[in-house]
């Protein structure tokens, strides 16, 4: 045999050959090492991983605009913990599309009007989100997340539950409201110091919205307790806050207060469900909903021929809904309406106090369209005619918008322009402040000009800068009722009572907290007009 020829090594051998590699190499990494000491090791770590976050940031941010580079990690968290309006402004125009990264979470910003819109109507690509610990407070799998099917599931039998008869039924109790803590501020204002509305404004618009959506079911003292502790739930979804839930921080505060506002709803939706079915009247807005649910289920039942005969219109195809699935769905109306509502009404009254000649043309309105009696109690009928009052509601959402940007999560990337796309995973942020102050469309739109909604003005017709309930499939159901909360709240107070703001130098400037609010909280003192019981 040839000597040359190769020999393999018995099974023995090559075991002892493969584990001497081992140790080998073991010994060469060990060679490496040494010298090196644990501080070295954490070092390089680390300047790997803010070297892999930066690289990251810069490739997800391409050409728009943005800093230049990301402070580690964190990006600019601290500026996002006080959050200015001008910070906010500054973004905006800095281009049609900006960006920032705190935390994992990169952030798109689209602040044109087309733009925004593009976002509003991509459901196919985005996903609203609020923030990212929302879906822990607010559920995962509440409604507002859903899409397709699921979401359209929802939003059937949502539609009906604010038309027109709908909201006939919820003025009286809103106006019972009204009465209420309008005597409270009376009452607050006896000492003749001015104080801050601010918090009054956010119990009154909570009131209402307890009442419009869970009727009698809710008790008096839960809408106490939810109408002190609902701001928990707003600080826990600012903007930017910690994604994880620790105890003792804002987010789990606003877990808990979340968790105890659910199962109120959930005791109110059964009650509701109890009266339905024994065929009481609906007076509130789960009682609309769930008689609806019950009217699709015994239409179902009907043979053909009894169909056919059935009189009247015909009930919507509507599934039942579990408690728990009421109750979250109801609890996002209230989120919706709730910090968005008291923002609004916090610009209405100081912006009419400071323009008494807009306030006077309001209250010559209230009184015509009660006929000379301001002790008619109101009616859908009687707010249709409030022409005026309604330019007043609508100037104010346009000039001071309660929701400047609405964020969405990006679910598969997508070019949001031809130039840039959208990274899977980000937030995108369609905002609307900057078309509501869109010069090219708003005549001075820095100025407060409710005329540029009465015939002839300039704001009707720019549907497409009204942004101020959003856009496309997720555009805001409760628009109308709003609108007419504000009117209907307005419009009685300018019968009934006189007001005085008290400004400082801070009340022109903007405070952001989820929505936005005059810097100093609105100073007021109230004094009676008429009274508020007919003589």
Wanted: net charge neutral; hydrophobic share 40%; aromatic share 12%.
């Amino acid at each position: 045999m040839d000597s040359s020829a190769y020999n393999p090594p018995p099974a023995a051998s090559a075991v002892e050959f493969g584990g001497q590699a081992v140790v080998d190499g073991v010994g060469a990494v060990g060679k490496t090492l040494e010298g090196i000491n644990m501080w070295q090791i954490v070092l390089t770590i680390l300047v790997l991983s803010i070297t892999y976050d930066q690289v990251k940031y810069i490739w997800n941010k391409g050409s728009i605009a943005g800093p230049a580079f990301k402070i580690p990690f964190m990006g600019p968290f601290m500026e996002s913990v006080d959050p200015k309006f001008s910070q906010y402004l500054a973004k905006w125009q800095s281009g049609p599309l900006s960006c920032v990264s705190v935390f994992h979470k990169f952030v798109v910003i689209a602040s044109t009007r087309d733009l925004a819109r593009k976002v509003f109507n991509s459901p196919m690509y985005v996903n609203p989100c609020v923030v990212d610990v929302a879906k822990k407070i607010l559920r995962p799998t509440n409604w507002v997340f859903l899409d397709g099917k699921q979401h359209v599931d929802y939003r059937k039998g949502l539609n009906g539950l604010f038309n027109r008869k709908s909201l006939a039924m919820y003025l009286p109790k809103q106006e019972e409201i009204y009465d209420q803590y309008f005597k409270r501020w009376l009452e607050l204002s006896k000492d003749g110091k001015p104080r801050q509305y601010m918090t009054e404004f956010r119990d009154i618009n909570c009131a209402v919205s307890l009442r419009t959506f869970c009727g009698h079911y809710i008790t008096d003292e839960a809408v106490v307790d939810i109408s002190e502790n609902y701001y928990k739930i707003t600080a826990a979804l600012e903007l930017v806050n910690f994604p994880i839930i620790i105890p003792f921080t804002k987010t789990w505060y606003g877990k808990k207060c979340a968790d105890y506002v659910l199962e109120e709803f959930s005791r109110c939706a059964r009650l509701s469900k109890v009266a339905m079915e024994a065929g009481e009247e609906p007076q509130c807005t789960m009682d609309f909903w769930i008689k609806s649910m019950i009217d699709s289920r015994e239409y179902k039942k009907l043979s053909q021929a009894e169909k056919d005969e059935y009189a009247g219109p015909k009930p919507i195809e509507v599934r039942e809904f579990s408690d728990i699935e009421i109750s979250m769905t109801i609890f996002t109306f209230l989120f919706a309406s709730q910090d968005a509502s008291s923002s609004a009404s916090t610009w209405q009254f100081q912006i009419l106090a400071d323009r008494p000649d807009i306030l006077a043309k309001v209250r010559e309105e209230q009184l015509r369209v009660r006929d000379g009696d301001p002790y008619k109690r109101l009616d859908v009928d009687m707010v249709d005619k409030m022409v005026y009052t309604r330019a007043v509601i609508k100037e104010q959402l346009r000039y001071r918008p309660p929701v400047l940007m609405v964020p969405y999560e990006v679910k598969k990337s997508f070019n949001v322009t031809p130039e840039y796309r959208v990274p899977k995973g980000a937030m995108i942020i369609p905002t609307t402040y900057p078309a509501l102050h869109d010069p090219e469309v708003y005549v001075d739109p820095e100025s407060f000009n409710p005329d540029r909604w009465l015939e002839g003005g300039e704001a009707e017709a720019a549907t497409k800068n009204w942004l101020v309930f959003g856009a496309g499939p997720h555009v805001c159901l409760g628009q109308h009722y709003a609108i007419m909360n504000f009117m209907s709240m307005i419009g009685k107070a300018s019968m009934f009572l006189d007001w005085e703001h008290h400004p400082t130098p801070l009340s022109e400037e903007i405070k952001v907290f989820a929505t936005i609010f005059p810097q100093d909280d609105c100073y007021l003192t109230f004094k009676e007009r008429l009274p508020l019981r007919a003589p």
